[in-house]
């Protein structure tokens, strides 16, 4: 029978592949060499870095990271020694999408102005960017998109040149992966040049990775004024966040973007099914239940007032980011129990509305931004 190792924090995991193995749990960054020294395979989060420290003279043939990113494995090294690995590109796209409609909703509130006086810069259009993406112009957002990678593929016709985005737009949001060198390098993208080059007043979002963005240099342009505000979910330096950081962001949170329930199932069955795959287990066909969210039904009154206040109070209620922001401000060195202790929630399509008017227009927009409409 394989040995999997398994960090002890992926959710719906446990039980699930005992019947086809040996499976031990550990918190992800107690899992070292010690641990997988006899293990065939591992179930990991970024919290474990699988390199030839972790990884050398160890039998593991097969690493399965229940997360969109993969800057924790080190892909030369597995190549090198034939290790096989497998992360959930878009696991949680829909989780990041309703934290960013959640933080818009707070900015569209703070600003006095409605979705259709932005301008969203979108910065990396992939699983995460494409949802975010759909989300602004249907709330009549103008969009702006950069994305290199996509404009070699495609042709420059839907992107613009990451200075025209940052000169124009009023908000500024990082869907990028980590890429330390190569034409694409996103280490320090966010540095001071490039928020100097942002339209003075603009708002900033990073729910990518920390070290995008140079903490000194947000850190300046919050001090000179120049830059109106900051959504921040990713760190520099986890958990040992700055403190400086935090006291001036409007919104920060403990690197939550993603942790819907819907996304952690997604991301678990992605790895029991790569798991499956790998091993010839038969069980990738699996996927966890999820209970459905308190006030699951929302009856929509005709006098709801304007499409712009029902669409914020909608994403407030799915999710209300100021409670996470609280927790973390008033608890910093409980950066990693915040992760671990996250309360539940449900994305936007685990609640149903109910329009008093059954032809009211808003509905077919919020049906297309996710929700069931009844």
């Known amino acids: 029978m394989i040995r999997i190792v398994a960090d002890n924090k992926i959710p719906f995991l446990r039980c699930v592949l005992e019947k086809y193995a040996t499976v ?9 060499y010690q641990q997988v020294r006899d293990a065939d395979a591992l179930i990991v989060r970024t919290r474990t870095k699988c390199n030839e420290q972790l990884l050398g003279e160890t039998p593991v043939k097969y690493i399965a990271t229940a997360t969109i990113g993969f800057d924790h494995i080190d892909i030369d090294y597995c190549r090198a020694r034939g290790i096989v690995w497998n992360n959930a590109p878009g696991c949680n796209s829909g989780s990041v999408m309703q934290y960013i409609a959640s933080a818009m909703a707070y900015i569209f509130d703070h ?18 960017g494409k949802k975010v993406e759909k989300l602004a112009r249907l709330l009549g957002m103008k969009v702006m998109l950069n994305d290199p990678p996509r404009e070699r593929a495609e042709g420059s016709g839907n992107f613009v040149s990451l200075e025209r985005l940052l000169k124009e737009s009023d908000i500024v949001t990082l869907h990028v992966p980590l890429n330390r060198e190569g034409t ?15 339209k003075k007043g603009a708002w900033f979002i990073n729910s990518s990775r920390g070290e995008v963005m140079e903490t000194a240099a947000l850190i300046g342009a919050l001090r000179a004024g120049h ?13 040992d966040i700055d403190r400086e950081l ?10 939550i973007a993603g942790y819907s329930l819907d996304g952690k199932a997604n991301g678990t069955a992605c790895s029991v099914r790569a798991v499956s795959d790998f091993f010839g287990l038969g069980i990738g066909e699996w996927y966890p239940g999820l209970p459905a969210p308190s006030c699951s039904l929302v009856n929509v ?6 499409p712009d206040l029902l669409v914020k109070r909608l994403f407030m209620h799915t999710y209300d980011i100021m409670a996470d922001n609280a927790r973390l401000k008033a608890g910093p060195r409980r950066f990693e129990q915040l992760r671990d202790d996250y309360p539940p929630r ?20 919020l049906r297309e931004i996710g929700f069931r409409v009844l």
């Open 346 to 365: 449900r994305e936007f399509g685990a609640y149903r509305l109910k329009f008093e008017n059954p032809a009211d227009p808003a509905a077919r927009n």
């Open 301 to 306: 009154e005709s006098n709801y007032g304007t």
């Open 24 to 32: 031990v749990y550990f918190p992800g960054r107690e899992i070292g």
């Open 111 to 128: 600003s006095g102005r409605g979705p259709g006086e932005f301008t969203l810069g979108i910065v990396g259009v992939g699983h995460v």
């Open 227 to 239: 830059i109106a505000g900051t959504v921040i979910d990713v760190w520099e330096n986890e958990p």
């Open 246 to 255: 935090l006291a001036l962001a409007d919104i920060a949170t403990p690197h």
């Open 184 to 198: 694409d390098r996103s280490f320090h993208l966010a540095d001071g040049a490039f928020f100097g080059r942002m």
